[in-house]
């Protein structure tokens, strides 16, 4: 008999939905043909036992499994269940009448439990798009499908409650889920706040300025000045996400599987810091089977590179292109996939090797030469791409030990979202530009006009730092962020000449 059971494979954050044809006749074998990976041809060994577990058996006939359309590539454990299912209807030891009505997902134990599946979320866009009348998934992926409304999604946790509810013996539960309630109640609520960041009122001002016009920022200073403290709370004062971009981030991470258990849509911002030791493949994504990478991983939120020096030069150059268009392509002879990369890069380094730099009390000190070697890891079109560098000090004591708190992130938030309210204003005709930092020549030609003495400005500061036509769009888009950010129509001497600050890196005794 032959019977057909749908399951769903996912190409970059897309799902694609795949056809598994059960035919079970006369004769003995077990064949799977479709272009299976490893992974899905030892599912017959996990199916075995999992029947045999809850009373059931392989039929001793010839079983031919035929996944379609049989040119993509399949990869995973997740058609386990969808094969059993298969199975079990084509040998008439469960009813079949409706089972092409479900697409069914999941991984098997050996005892029939279910194990989470990866990419649930972009599956159930496409079980709703084509018309499936429900979702049959292991529990822990529940509420990452419930997302989707318009579509039922049964959470199961074993092989048994499903052959109950084609058999008619169970009514499985349906996973309901009120998305915008679950989603703006976890708005506001932060692991790390700026209050707790004693001093470093200067360093605060740069990063709500790189918070509202979504900026690049490197920050320089020794070991021990807040760096990295300062970088993990840079997400509490970006702007609260829109339910748009909430599910384009749970895509991406429901891909990689890096979504945990029993959790729905992600309210917070991401933030990614992977470590130096990083290929740029991991990175960027790619591999064999191509997964989203840290870049991607960390769209719509923060990417924190600590200790940019230190990372392979390969790695950070690769870096460059997601930077200027905001998604990464993975090209492969077969296939191309592409994932979104829209993210903001946060980078931290010590001024030398050794820590310390112009510091005539410092423990260690690094000659001209070791500067320079140091420095130098870093290109210049990457340093080019960040728009605001800044140069951390360490706190003194006085601001240590002071009981009092900073200013809080949600108050430096209502100022940034209100920048970001401007300039979605200022964009609203234009789809693909949401922010100051994603506007190209055209758009800073039109919304950032300087007046003559303005211009007298800016045209010193590039003659005597020497800057790139690149570093002079920068500064533009950054004085405009600082303008925004006064609710200022226009540009300001005083805005321009505080965004020109913000290029330590420019200037002589740096970079030779």
Request: aromatic share 6%.
């Amino acid at each position: 008999m032959l019977v057909k059971v749908f399951g769903s494979a996912v190409f970059g954050v897309e799902a694609t939905t795949i056809t598994v044809e059960v035919n079970v006749t006369a004769g003995i074998g077990y064949h799977l043909v479709g272009l299976p990976d490893n992974a899905v041809k030892e599912s017959s060994y996990r199916i075995t036992a999992a029947l045999q577990n809850n009373n059931f058996k392989l039929p001793g006939k010839k079983i031919i499994i035929n996944m379609a359309p049989a040119d993509l590539r399949k990869e995973g454990s997740a058609y386990d269940l969808t094969f059993a299912l298969g199975i079990l209807a084509a040998s008439q030891q469960i009813k079949a009448e409706n089972i092409a009505d479900y697409l069914i997902m999941g991984e098997l134990s050996l005892d029939g439990s279910l194990q989470p599946i990866k990419g649930a979320l972009p599956i159930a866009i496409q079980a709703r798009k084509e018309g499936f009348k429900g979702f049959i998934l292991p529990t822990q992926n529940a509420q990452e499908a419930g997302i989707v409304s318009g579509l039922k999604v049964y959470g199961v946790d074993n092989i048994t409650q499903v052959i109950e509810f084609f058999n008619d013996n169970r009514e499985l539960e349906i996973t309901e889920i009120n998305t915008r309630e679950t989603f703006f109640n976890n708005l506001n609520t932060f692991e790390y706040d700026f209050a707790d960041v004693k001093g470093q009122e200067s360093i605060k001002r740069c990063m709500e300025i790189a918070a509202a016009g979504g900026h690049n920022i490197i920050l320089i200073g020794p070991p021990g000045a807040g760096k990295t403290m300062l970088a993990k709370r840079l997400p509490s004062i970006l702007p609260p996400m829109t339910l748009q971009e909430a599910l384009e981030t749970t895509k991406i991470h429901s891909v990689a599987g890096r979504i945990k258990d029993h959790v729905g849509l992600m309210s917070h911002r991401p933030f990614r810091s992977p470590h130096h030791t990083i290929s740029d493949v991991a990175l960027v994504g790619g591999g064999a089977y191509p997964q989203p990478g840290e870049i991607s991983l960390s769209h719509n939120g923060v990417l924190f590179l600590d200790e940019l020096p230190e990372f392979k030069r390969g790695v950070l150059e690769v870096m460059r292109q997601p930077l200027e268009d905001r998604e990464v392509t993975i090209s492969r002879a077969k296939f191309t996939v592409t994932y979104p990369s829209s993210f903001m890069l946060v980078a931290s380094m010590n001024p030398s090797p050794g820590g310390y730099f112009n510091d005539p009390g410092a423990p260690v000190t690094s000659s001209a030469a070791e500067m320079q070697r140091y420095l130098s890891r870093i290109s210049g079109p990457l340093l080019d791409r960040i728009d605001i560098h800044i140069e951390v000090t360490p706190v003194p004591f006085e601001k240590l030990s002071e009981e009092r708190n900073g200013e809080s992130s949600v108050k430096i938030r209502d100022r940034v979202t209100k920048a970001r309210e401007m300039q979605a204003e200022r964009f609203r005709d234009n789809e693909n530009i949401h922010y100051n930092a994603q506007m190209g020549s055209r758009q800073i030609r039109e919304f950032c006009v300087l007046d003559d003495a303005s211009k007298q400005l800016l045209k010193t500061a590039m003659e005597r730092l020497n800057l790139s036509a690149r570093a002079y769009d920068r500064i533009l888009k950054v004085s405009r962020s600082i303008a925004d950010l006064e609710q200022s129509e226009s540009i300001k001497g005083d805005h321009l000449s505080e965004a020109i600050q913000y290029r330590s890196l420019d200037r002589e005794g740096w970079l030779g």
